[in-house]
């Protein structure tokens, strides 16, 4: 063996990428350990003046080439040596992520093919577009909308929720500006927005009000930030938005359950005092009422003083039951019967312009209640109603077994799923404007002219519901009527 032949073999020994020498007839000259070792060739399967049809037929017939019929991959193979120039390919090899094969034509007419391992920039190059594939599904499936635009604010991208927003598809917003997309309050606050955070460079957040494609009206946070490229400059507008109608409700709801727990505690120690106060001045009326004997005059005084104080002792009364301070006396009750049992005194209540209908549910589960004070809930919610209808109307009655689950939970203050027995009490009248429904239930808050009832008829019914262990909700709209639902606790057992 000549010098060079020796420092050939030396040099195929220890480099890093399998060698294989092939002459002009694509018969095997020369190889090293490495060219076998990447290959996984069967022992003594290489021999000189192998040729090459019978490695690329081994290596089709092994799935080396991927699906398919092996003999067409192996003469497309063989293709790939009728090259003029350097050439790359790559191969997929059992239990591997891949080599790149170079071939490279020899001054003979030969060619020499080289494997390199790229097994870890493949991984590598896998793991950087696993990454991105999740970075994108973060994106694409977060519950706030997420949206990108340049500079001129084209849309670039636009997330899922962005989508079931504005009910606008991501292929028709792309390279649109806001403008183009929404009402032009809508777009006109969106593009100050864009301007400011360019201007000031800075991060910003604006809320807005917009209307989604569930064609309510929501509140939602713009968080607005550059978005930079390489040269530092702003390339882009990012957006994360947050829809805060929900927790706006939720704190709403809860500034209006704290006040009229301080408005429920100032009222029943009000009332207490009231009571102590009420309590001396009967005591003393019946002790005058012995000593002046006959005396028409002083007596007739006297009753007068007693009637004002049992009507003081009424309002006290109705108090402490707003203030949930009221003795109940719970027991199992059938809402149906008490309904029909009270249905003609109703009728008689609500007068002759006014017509009662009742829809009582089958089966209706009895529910946990004081019935004294349910009778007198339902009779202030039909005064109340009645005095809504002036020119006549329907009251309407219904009952039924509902569930509340954990959505109506979280969005009623107070509220512990479960089952239910349900109470609506249905008016045709005059209905209430939000202003009005948002004080409705505080005692001595009336629409009613001057010396026209107490403004403790709601306030005392939803102490009670309250007390229950129940929840009410109204609903309202001008000129449609009111809807007020009662949710009374079912019997357990």
């Known amino acids: ?120 920039r493949v991984k590598s190059e896998l793991e950087k577009r696993q990454t991105e594939q999740l970075f994108e599904s973060v994106i694409e499936n977060s519950p706030v909308s997420i ?52 201007t000031t460079r800075q991060v910003i957040e604006r809320e807005v009000s917009a209307k989604f494609a569930d064609g309510k009206m929501h509140s939602i946070s713009n968080l607005k930030f550059p978005v930079y490229g390489d040269d530092g400059e702003i390339k882009g507008i990012g957006t994360i938005a947050t829809d805060l109608t929900r927790s706006n409700l939720l704190e709403e709801q809860l500034r209006h359950a704290q006040k009229m727990e301080a408005v429920g505690q100032l009222t029943g120690g009000i009332a207490h005092d009231f009571n102590n106060l009420l309590s001396v001045m009967v005591g003393n009326a019946e002790m005058l009422s012995d000593k002046v004997g006959e005396d028409k005059d002083a007596l007739f005084s006297i009753n007068a003083i007693i009637n004002a104080v049992d009507r003081g002792s009424s309002l006290t009364s109705r108090l402490l039951v707003f203030s949930r301070k009221k003795t109940l006396s719970p027991q199992a009750t059938d809402i149906n019967e008490m309904v029909q049992g009270f249905e003609e005194m109703l009728q008689r209540t609500l007068g002759e312009t006014i017509s009662l209908s009742t829809m009582c549910g089958e089966e209706l589960a009895q529910a946990e209640i004081d019935p004294h004070q349910f009778e007198d809930a339902l009779l202030n919610l039909s005064i109340n109603a009645r005095d809504a209808m002036p020119h006549g109307g329907t009251l309407t009655i219904k009952t039924a077994n509902v569930i509340l689950d954990q959505v109506f939970a979280a969005e009623n203050d107070e509220v512990v799923p479960g089952d239910y027995v349900e109470v609506k009490v249905i008016d045709t009248g005059t209905g209430m404007p939000p202003d009005v429904l948002e004080k409705v239930f505080e005692p001595f808050f009336t629409t009613k002219i001057s010396g026209v009832g107490t403004g403790l008829g709601l306030s005392m019914v939803y102490g009670f519901i309250k007390q229950s262990m129940g929840h009410i909700t109204v609903d309202s709209e001008v000129g449609k009527g009111t809807t007020i639902s009662l949710y009374l606790p079912q019997t357990r057992g």
């Open 147 to 198: 949206h990108l635009k340049d500079r001129d604010g084209r849309f670039l991208m636009v997330n899922k929720t962005f989508e079931a927003w504005y009910g606008l598809m991501s292929k028709d917003v792309i390279g649109k500006r806001s403008n183009d997309l929404f009402p032009v309050e809508l777009s006109d606050a969106f593009i100050d927005q864009d301007l400011e955070m360019l």
């Open 1 to 120: 063996m000549s010098d060079n032949s020796r420092h050939l073999t030396d040099v195929l020994k220890h480099i890093a990428q399998g060698v294989a020498m092939f002459d002009s007839d694509h018969r095997l000259v020369i190889w090293n350990a490495k060219y076998e070792e990447i290959l996984q060739f069967p022992e003594k399967f290489l021999y000189v003046g192998l040729p090459v049809g019978d490695v690329t037929k081994f290596l089709a017939d092994r799935g080396d080439y991927g699906d398919g019929d092996p003999e067409q991959m192996s003469r497309e193979r063989l293709g790939i040596l009728d090259f003029d120039a350097t050439i790359q390919t790559n191969l997929v090899v059992k239990n591997k992520f891949g080599y790149e094969a170079m071939l490279q034509k020899t001054d003979s007419g030969g060619f020499v093919i080289s494997y390199t391992d790229v097994t870890e």
